[in-house]
């Protein structure tokens, strides 16, 4: 069996691929494209040419990536984790007065069913799924997420004002999913009672 030699074979398709790359663009420049058409190409083009520098330095520089994507978890054995432990989740402030609130979301509900907070104060939300896909909506606030199984996904939010806010799942997790919701009592930050001292200080690892 004759081996050919690779490398003027290469040079040829090389070559090839060149020529035709340089067809291609005298081809799409002697098209005729009406002026005022090729300005607003131009202007298409810029607009995503400026959209993808803001996501890159959004990205790169501010930090700012999908939140699902930053901590993982074992779904299958949350039960089991320290920190979505049965009697960890809900409301928990530490001795610097952070507030931190852990739910479980799992077809169809929330988890805790209940939990009151103060308004009109910082909160920190930790959300995961113990198994398929869901989301979190809550009107009026900035909370709209994905709770993708797997990860923890962190929102800090406030409530603007007290009374009942409506959690919502918005992202179809199956037959149940119109029934997923639940609620939250938002409290007076005045009449809000803090979680005895007993919960707020119980070793919280990971
Ligand atoms: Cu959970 Cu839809």
């Not at 959209?51 to 054995?77: C, M, Q, R, W, Y």
């Not at 920190?83 to 409301?91: I, K, P």
């Not at 104060?121 to 709209?144: A, C, Q, Y």
């Not at 919502?168 to 609620?183: A, R, T, V």
Request: hydrophobic share 40%.
């Amino acid at each position: 069996m004759k081996i050919e030699p690779i490398t003027p074979k290469n040079h040829d398709l090389i070559g090839k691929v060149v020529d035709f790359i340089r067809d291609f663009c005298t081809q799409i420049r002697s098209v005729h494209v009406d002026h005022l058409e090729r300005k607003w190409i131009n202007i298409a083009l810029l607009v995503v040419g400026l959209l993808v520098a803001i996501i890159t330095i959004d990205a790169f520089f501010h930090g700012i990536n999908p939140p699902s994507k930053v901590e993982t978890i074992d779904s299958a054995k949350l039960h089991l984790s320290k920190e979505f432990a049965e009697s960890n989740l809900g409301v928990q402030i530490d001795d610097q007065g952070n507030i931190t609130i852990r739910m479980v979301a799992g077809r169809y509900s929330f988890f805790p069913k209940h939990i009151a907070v103060p308004a009109e104060t910082k909160l920190t939300f930790r959300w995961v799924s113990m198994d398929v896909l869901h989301g979190v909506h809550i009107p009026m606030t900035n909370m709209s997420t994905m709770i993708v199984p797997g990860h923890v996904a962190e929102i800090t939010t406030s409530f603007p004002k007290p009374g009942e806010y409506p959690v919502l799942c918005n992202e179809y997790c199956g037959l149940g999913h119109n029934h997923m919701w639940s609620n939250i009592s938002v409290v007076a930050k005045e009449d809000w009672l803090a979680p005895s001292k007993l919960t707020a200080n119980k070793e919280i690892k990971q």
